[in-house]
């Protein structure tokens, strides 16, 4: 059996019952956490701009457009909704993709249940299948692929969608085989644009691309049926592993292992250990005027982090000298900490001037204090807040949502949305879940 087929038959087969309790905890962790991400981002300049895209478009209004009750195709609220949801690098995190893994894959999920009135087990169903596709893909390619400049969020975010579009909208095994063969064709994504409104970009047309490569390969549109492992498929054009071997599908799930990292900083995730220790440090400083920070970090990470002097608030989530010192200043670092206002504020670019930044030589990253009686503290740390092995408290879980959600809608709208997706196998129609977002 063909890798491809391997896939599109896992998909096809899951039933929500093959998931133990904790991965669904996990999925709902991450459909919650997406949504309240998306709805705080509902007002960045690429959510507005793609909303009114959207809207001009004059399509069927079949699905909503998070946060604001409006209604479009199915395909155009997966792009909305993906890059809004992207929009504020405050989404989830998968270390098996290489990427954020629920962006590209609610989106086209929540859009197909409307579109089909799906019930709520079966967005979760589709969730975990999706999930288990873009992630087991992006062990198989690996670093490499990452490493070349392809954002695996949009690459292989695609397949996740192609693949839970079509566990929803009932493909066969051929059906879904070719799907993954369209969405093979749609798979993109630079990284040189990080820090520009593309990057968000990047999850709606991933989650878009892989809805419609599985509307398509339901009406009859014909794909290679191999597009994983195939010359000129997805492992020889984007990493050139040859042969391409899948890791086992759900023995154990990527949901559990290794399982998924929720942010508690809306900033690149490979900053966020050098936050950690820099909170950890300013805790310490007893009254000492700070004279530096030295910074070892991850050196595939120091490839993101692309802007050592940031001029945005966008560009600032990948400076590591701009997260560092906006720590230092301000404590822990929520939305405000990166608005275009704050980046450019004389405090936070005179500190970054004095962050120096070298690789990493070991898996633990370190914060180093130099202050200006002479005196220097470390801290060093191998797991981000957040991590499977470091993970969030529910209360701080819960705490981001309700600060991404009340703002905007409102402090009922925010605990509605909380307890709906906690009963969310129980929803007989997945709008019920959707119009809690409006």
């Not at 992006?138 to 392809?150: D, I, S, T, V």
């Amino acid at each position: 059996m063909s890798e491809t087929a391997r896939l599109a038959d896992f998909a096809l087969a899951l039933r929500l019952d093959d998931a133990p309790e904790a991965v669904r905890a996990t999925a709902r962790a991450a459909i919650l956490d997406s949504l309240a991400c998306a709805i705080a981002g509902r007002h960045e300049p690429v959510s507005d701009r793609l909303r009114a895209f959207a809207l001009g478009q004059g399509s069927r209004p079949v699905a909503t457009l998070w946060g604001t009750g409006e209604s479009v195709s199915a395909e155009l609220a997966a792009l909305v909704n993906g890059a809004a949801a992207h929009a504020l690098d405050f989404d989830d995190v998968s270390w098996a993709m290489n990427g954020h893994p629920t962006v590209p894959l609610l989106p086209a999920v929540l859009a197909a249940a409307e579109a089909s009135h799906a019930s709520g087990a079966d967005v979760l169903r589709a969730y975990v299948a999706g999930f288990e596709v873009e992630s087991r893909l992006g062990q198989a390619l690996g670093k490499p692929h990452y490493e070349q400049g392809w954002h695996a969020t949009s690459t292989l975010g695609v397949f996740g969608a192609a693949a839970a579009a079509g566990v929803l909208l009932g493909l066969d095994a051929r059906q879904l085989r070719r799907a993954f063969g369209i969405a093979g064709s749609r798979a993109s994504g630079t990284r040189a644009n990080f820090g520009t409104d593309t990057k968000p970009l990047h999850a709606g047309l991933a989650a878009r691309a892989g809805l419609e490569a599985a509307e398509l390969a339901r009406l009859g549109v014909t794909a290679r049926e191999d597009a994983v492992e195939a010359q000129m498929g997805l492992s020889d054009l984007y990493a050139g592993a040859k042969p391409l071997v899948l890791p086992a599908l759900g023995r154990p799930f990527a949901l559990e292992k290794p399982g998924l990292e929720l942010k508690p900083y809306p900033s690149c995730r490979f900053t966020h250990r050098t936050i950690d220790g820099v909170l950890a440090l300013r805790e310490k400083q007893a009254g000492r005027e700070l004279e530096s920070l030295e910074i070892a970090s991850d050196p595939l990470g120091l490839l993101i982090l692309i802007y050592p002097t940031p001029r945005t608030g966008l560009e600032a989530k990948f400076s590591l000298p701009y997260c560092a010192a906006v720590a230092w200043l301000d404590g822990w670092p929520g939305l405000g900490a990166f608005s275009d206002a704050r980046a450019g504020r004389a405090d936070v670019q005179s500190l970054l001037r004095r962050v120096t930044v070298r690789e990493a030589r070991g898996a633990e990253e370190e914060v180093e204090a130099v202050f200006s009686d002479g005196t220097r503290e470390r801290v060093a740390a191998r797991h981000a807040r957040g991590a499977p092995e470091f993970p969030l408290r529910d209360e701080e879980r819960l705490a981001k949502v309700r600060a991404c959600v009340a703002p905007e809608l409102g402090a009922a709208a925010a605990e509605r949305l909380i307890e709906v997706v906690s009963r969310l196998e129980s929803l007989r129609d997945a709008r019920e879940l959707v119009r809690c977002t409006a």
